[in-house]
C-alpha cells in the first residue's frame, strides 16, 4: 500500500520534465529534511505509548461477553474429594511401575470402567534431519456420551500424562481429578455435549498427534503419523487442559499463549478466572497476582510487567501448555495449572479444584455456538485488565512507521535527484532487481542447509544434530556476509534500501496481525538497527554501519536474547557461566526451532529463513553505501 | 328456582350498576420471542401467565400460545420436561396439559402479524386462528428482548412499534377485538407502544425507553434466571384474584412500583376509553363475561318420559316472550356467585 502511494506522488513529481517543479515540492522538502527527527519522535513516542498500554487508563476491565455462559449460576454439585484422591493413590502406585512411560492399559481400564467410550491412538513420529530415528507414543481418551442429545458438539478436558522419571513437574493430580469428574457426571442427564477425557503421553507431541487425527489434516511437513480415531464425537467447541500435580494447589495458574501466538476467545480466559474467584480459589496469570492497587506507580510497573511478561512468551510463538495446539482448529482452549506452595494455609483441594472445573463445563454446556463474541487479539496486564487490538495497533504501528517513512523519504529523495540533473546517472534497474532476486534465492536455499549440515557433520566431524547445524547456520551466514560485500553505486544502494525498508515493514505489519508480541519486539529491535544504514562518508563510517548491521543477524540477536534470558533465570552466576550456558543454549535453540516448524508448524524459523534474512541481506549489502 | 332455561344474549348491557362490561368473549395471545437456554425466565414468565389465564377461565381454544418451546426438552434442563417460574420449584407451568399454537420457527414476525389481522392461508387448523370477534376482549401479553422500537424475535428479525400499531389498526378496521390489554415485558418495552392509534386499548410496559427490565431471582440448581421481575410481581398480583374477585384494572396498573420493578413501569391509557377504576380485572385475565338471565312466563319445554319435548310453536313463542315480556331484574346465573 505504501509502495502504491509512493508510486503514485512518483508519477505526479516525474510528468514535470521540464524543470519546473510541482506543487507538491515543499511537502516533499519538508519530508526530507524533516524525516530523521520524525523517525526518532515515532519511534520513542511508540515505545513510550506501548509501555502506557499497561497502565490502568488505557487497558479496560475484563467481562463476560457471552450471554449464553451464564457463568457460575449453577449450583456446583462436585463432591468427589474422597474419590479422587483414591484415584490420586492408584494412579501414583501405577505410575511407579512405569518409571518412564504410561501406564496405557490402566488408564484405558479405568475409562472403560465408568462407562465412557474408550479409544487409544498409536502416532509415530519420523525424524528427517540427522540420524533417522522413530518416536512411537500412544494416547488414550474416553468419551462420555450426552445422554439426551445427539453427539454434534463435544468439549475436551484434557492433561499430558509425566512418568516419574520426567523433568517435568508430574500431573496425576489432574488425571486423578479427570476420573473422578467423569464418575460424578456421567449419570447427570444435563449434558448437552459430549465430553471427552483425554490423557496424552510426550507433551505437545501427544496433543498434536492427536488433534490431526480428529481432524484428518496434517498442518506441518507431515512428520508425525498419527493414524486414524475410532471413536469421535463431533466438532469439539473448546478443551481445557489440566497440569495439577497432586491434590492440593496453592493457586491456579491460567496459561493462554498457544502456537505462533494465538490466543483463546477472552471470554474463555475471563471465564476461568470468574469461577476460580466464585470459590474463593487465587487464579494468577503468569504465576503473578493482581496489585493490590493498579493506578499507582508500582501498580503499573506491575502490570507492566505481567504485559512484558505475556510478550516474551507469545513472541517465541511456542506453547505454554497442550491447550495451544487447539487454537488452529478454531478450538478455544487453556491450560489451569496448579501449583503448590507448602506454608500457605487452606490450600486448595479436590473439591474447589473439582468445582471450578465443573462450573467451567456448566459453562460451556450452555453455550449453542462456538466462541465469538469477545476478543481474539488482545493483551493481558493482569488477570481482570486487558487491551484490545484496536488500542494496542495504534502505539505499534507508530513504533514501526519510522521503516516506512523513511522509505518515502529515500524515494522522494532519489526522484528529485533524477528530476535536478540533467546528465543523469540512471538507476540501473536490472542490477537493483537481480540484486533483490539473489538475496532472496539465499533465503530459500538456506531451507536446504540443516539437513546437509546435520549429514555433513556426522560423517566428517561426529557432532550431534543440533551442534552441526548450529555450526552449519554460523558458517553459512559468514560466507553470505562476505559475498555480499561489494561495493554497489550509491543511487542503486539507496533504492535497494528504499525496497528492503518497505519489506520489513510489510513483514512487521504482517507479524503484527498474527502475533504482536513478536512484531513488537522486531519494530523494537531491528527498527533503529536498519534506519542506521544510511550514507555513510568514509571507510570507516561504512565499517560502523556494517557492524551495525550485523548485530540485526537473526543469530546475533538469538545470542543477546539468550544472554539476557540467562542472566534473568540465573542472576547468581558469575558472568562466564552465564555466557556459557546462554551459548549451550544457543546450540540447541536452532534445532529446537527447526523441528518446531517441521513438526508443528512453528512459522518462526520459516519466516526467519524465506524473509527476514534475505532482508538483512539487503541491508548488510548497502550498508553505509 | 327462579330460572329453567339460561340463554347468552349478544350485547345485552346491565342497567344496574356503574360496572358495565362490554365484551361477550374473552382470548389471550401470549408470545414469546426468544429462543435458547439462557432465555429460560422468557419461557417461565409466559408460561405463568398462561397458567392464571386458564385458571381463571379462558379456555385452551381461545389461548393463543407462542413460543419456541424449547426449554422443557432441552439438554441442558436438569429437570427434563419442566418450567419452574420460582427457585422454589413449587409450580411445573410446563405441566401436563398444555397446548402451544406455534411452536419452535413458527413464532415469526410474520405469523404474528398474520394471526393478529385474521389473514392467515385457507387450510389453518382454527387453533392457529385468532377467530375473535367485535365482543371479544383480548389480553396480548409478549416477553422477549427488544430494544427502542422494536421486539426481535427468535434472534433472526424485529417487529416494529409502528407494524404492530398498523396490525392493531387492521384489527379495529375489521372489527376484531372490543378491548385490547397488551402488556409488554421486555427492555424499552414502552416504545413497544407508543405508535399505537387504534381506540380501545390499553397498554402496559415493563419500562421506559432507555431502561432495561431487569430479571428477578436465579434458580442456582437449574443455573438460570427464572422470572423477570415485572411478570413476578404481576403474578404474585393474580395469585389474589380468582373468578369472582372485584379487583379493578387500576390496581393491576399499579404493580411493580420502582422499588420493586427497578425499572418504570410504563402505561398507555390514552387511547382506552373506560376508566381502570370501573374495569374488573377478570375482564381480561379471566372468561368472566355479563350474561343474561329471563325467567319466561311459561315453562316452554315439558320433561315427559324421560324427553324433552320441544313444542312446534317454540320459536315463536321464545321470541313472542323476549318481545313482549316487561323489563325483568337482570341477574347473574347460580354458577357465577356474584354478590347481588
Known amino acids: 500500500m505504501a509502495a502504491t502511494l509512493v508510486l503514485k506522488i512518483m508519477g505526479v513529481l516525474s510528468n514535470r520534465t521540464s524543470g519546473k517543479f510541482s506543487l507538491l515540492d515543499p511537502l516533499v522538502k519538508i519530508v526530507i529534511t524533516w524525516n530523521r527527527n520524525v523517525c526518532y519522535f515515532c519511534y520513542i513516542f511508540g515505545i513510550l505509548g506501548f509501555v502506557s498500554l499497561a497502565y490502568e487508563s488505557v487497558s479496560s476491565g475484563v467481562y463476560i461477553s457471552e450471554n449464553a455462559l451464564l457463568p457460575g449460576l449453577v449450583h456446583g454439585q462436585f463432591n468427589s474429594e474422597s474419590v479422587a484422591r483414591e484415584f490420586l493413590t492408584s494412579i501414583q502406585e501405577e505410575a511407579s511401575r512405569y518409571p518412564n512411560g504410561m501406564p496405557y492399559a490402566w488408564i484405558a481400564a479405568q475409562f472403560q470402567q465408568l462407562g465412557l467410550d474408550v479409544g487409544t491412538q498409536d502416532f509415530v513420529l519420523r525424524y528427517n534431519i ?53 464418575k460424578a457426571f456421567r449419570s447427570a442427564s444435563y449434558w448437552a455435549k459430549d465430553i471427552i477425557f483425554l490423557v496424552t503421553e510426550h507433551e505437545h507431541l501427544g496433543m498434536e498427534a492427536w488433534l490431526e487425527a480428529y481432524h484428518r489434516v496434517s498442518p506441518a511437513a507431515g512428520l508425525v503419523d498419527s493414524g486414524d480415531l475410532k471413536e469421535r464425537a463431533g466438532s469439539i467447541q473448546a478443551a481445557i487442559n489440566l497440569e495439577i500435580p497432586e491434590g492440593r494447589a496453592s493457586y491456579i495458574d491460567v496459561k493462554i499463549e498457544g502456537l505462533n501466538g494465538q490466543l483463546p476467545n477472552l471470554d474463555l480466559v475471563n471465564l476461568a478466572h470468574r469461577l476460580c474467584r466464585r470459590e474463593r480459589v487465587q487464579s494468577t496469570f503468569k504465576k503473578r497476582v493482581d496489585p493490590y492497587d493498579g493506578t499507582s506507580l508500582e501498580g503499573f510497573l506491575e502490570n507492566l510487567e505481567t504485559m512484558l511478561s505475556m510478550m516474551s512468551s507469545q513472541a517465541t510463538g511456542v506453547p505454554t501448555g497442550n491447550h495451544g495446539f487447539f487454537h488452529r482448529f478454531g478450538i478455544e482452549a487453556i491450560t489451569l495449572a496448579g501449583y503448590y506452595e507448602p506454608g ?60 516506512l517513512l523513511r522509505a518515502v523519504s529515500i524515494w522522494f529523495d532519489l526522484v528529485q535527484s533524477h528530476n535536478a540533473q540533467k546528465d543523469l546517472t540512471s538507476l540501473n534497474y536490472d542490477q537493483v532487481c537481480g540484486i533483490i532476486i539473489l538475496c532472496h534465492v539465499f533465503g530459500s536455499c538456506l531451507f ?59 513483514l512487521m505489519f504482517a507479524t503484527a496481525l498474527q502475533n504482536i508480541s513478536l512484531a513488537t519486539f522486531q519494530a523494537f529491535i531491528v527498527t533503529p538497527l536498519f534506519l542506521g544504514t544510511g550514507t555513510a562518508s568514509s571507510r570507516k563510517g561504512v565499517f560502523f554501519k556494517r557492524l551495525i548491521v550485523l548485530l540485526a543477524h537473526p543469530v546475533m540477536i538469538l545470542h543477546v536474547v539468550l544472554l539476557l534470558d540467562a542472566y534473568r533465570t540465573f542472576p547468581e552466576e558469575t558472568p562466564p557461566s552465564i555466557l556459557l550456558k546462554s551459548l549451550s543454549a544457543a546450540k540447541r535453540s536452532v534445532m529446537y526451532s527447526l523441528m518446531d516448524s517441521f513438526v508443528y508448524g512453528n512459522k518462526m524459523y520459516d519466516t526467519c529463513i524465506q524473509f527476514y534474512l534475505p532482508i538483512w541481506m539487503l541491508h548488510w549489502l548497502t550498508a553505509g553505501q | 328456582m327462579l330460572i329453567q332455561l339460561i340463554l347468552a344474549v349478544n350485547c345485552l348491557f346491565l342497567t344496574t350498576e356503574s360496572f358495565k362490561p362490554s ?162 415485558d421486555t427492555c424499552q418495552a414502552a416504545s413497544m407502544f407508543q405508535k399505537f392509534y387504534s381506540p380501545n386499548i390499553l397498554a402496559i410496559g415493563s419500562s421506559l425507553v432507555g431502561e432495561d427490565s431487569l430479571s428477578h431471582h436465579v434458580d442456582p440448581a437449574i443455573g438460570v434466571y427464572i422470572i423477570d421481575r415485572y411478570t413476578y410481581f404481576a403474578l404474585e398480583f393474580l395469585e389474589s384474584v380468582s373468578r369472582d374477585s372485584d379487583r379493578r384494572l387500576s390496581e393491576f396498573l399499579e404493580v411493580c412500583p420502582k422499588r420493586h420493578c427497578i425499572s418504570t413501569v410504563g402505561i398507555r391509557s390514552d387511547l382506552y376509553q373506560r376508566d381502570p377504576r370501573e374495569v374488573r380485572v377478570t375482564e381480561f385475565f379471566g372468561s368472566v363475561r355479563p350474561v343474561e338471565v329471563y325467567s319466561p312466563k311459561e315453562t316452554l319445554l315439558r320433561f315427559e318420559k324421560n324427553l324433552t319435548v320441544i313444542p312446534s310453536n317454540f320459536r315463536q313463542r321464545l321470541t313472542g316472550t323476549a318481545l313482549h315480556s316487561p323489563p325483568r331484574k337482570f341477574q347473574y346465573g347460580n354458577q357465577l356467585r356474584i354478590p347481588k
Open chain 1, 448 to 506: 536446504l542447509l540443516p539437513s546437509t549440515a546435520a549429514k555433513l557433520g556426522l560423517s566428517y566431524f561426529e557432532f550431534e544434530t543440533d551442534e552441526s547445524v548450529y555450526y552449519g547456520f554460523i558458517l553459512a551466514s559468514v560466507i553470505i556476509a562476505m559475498l555480499l560485500m561489494f561495493p554497489v553505486k550509491r543511487i542503486d544502494a539507496r533504492a535497494i534500501r528504499c525496497i528492503a525498508h518497505l519489506e520489513m515493514a510489510t
Open chain 1, 344 to 403: 500457605m494455609h487452606h490450600p486448595i483441594r479436590y473439591h474447589e479444584l473439582g468445582r471450578i472445573v465443573e462450573g467451567i463445563f456448566r459453562s460451556l454446556n450452555n453455550l449453542q455456538e462456538r466462541f465469538h463474541q469477545s476478543f481474539f487479539f488482545y493483551l493481558l496486564s493482569g488477570t481482570n485488565r486487558y487491551i484490545s487490538i484496536g488500542v494496542y495497533m495504534i502505539p505499534f504501528s507508530i513504533m514501526a512507521a519510522p521503516l
Open chain 1, 130 to 182: 540427522g540420524p533417522k530415528t522413530n518416536y512411537t507414543g500412544r494416547n488414550v481418551y474416553g468419551i462420555l456420551r450426552a445422554r439426551r442429545h445427539s453427539s454434534r458438539e463435544s468439549v475436551v478436558l484434557a492433561a499430558p500424562y509425566r512418568p516419574p522419571n520426567s523433568v517435568f513437574t508430574p500431573t496425576n493430580g489432574g488425571i486423578a481429578l479427570m476420573l473422578a469428574f467423569a
Open chain 2, 23 to 184: 365484551h361477550t368473549n374473552n382470548w389471550a395471545v401470549l408470545v414469546d420471542t426468544s429462543r435458547f437456554w439462557f432465555n429460560y425466565r422468557h419461557v417461565a414468565n409466559l408460561l405463568s401467565v398462561y397458567r392464571s389465564v386458564k385458571r381463571l377461565g379462558i379456555p385452551d381454544t381461545q389461548i393463543i400460545l407462542m413460543m419456541a418451546d424449547d426449554m422443557a426438552c432441552n439438554a441442558r434442563n436438569p429437570r427434563p420436561a419442566s418450567v419452574f417460574n420460582n427457585a422454589k420449584q413449587h409450580i411445573d407451568v410446563y405441566g401436563e396439559e398444555i397446548e402451544v399454537d406455534y411452536r419452535g420457527y413458527e413464532v415469526t414476525v410474520e405469523n404474528f402479524v398474520r394471526l393478529l389481522t385474521g389473514r392467515l392461508p385457507a387450510g389453518t387448523p382454527k387453533s392457529k386462528q385468532l377467530l375473535t370477534d367485535e365482543g371479544s376482549n383480548i389480553l396480548i401479553y409478549m416477553t422477549g428482548h427488544g430494544g427502542d422500537g422494536f421486539l426481535k424475535f427468535q434472534d433472526a428479525e424485529e417487529i416494529t412499534n409502528v407494524d404492530l400499531a398498523d396490525a392493531f389498526e387492521q384489527m379495529w378496521q375489521k372489527r376484531r377485538y372490543n378491548e385490547i390489554l397488551f402488556i409488554v
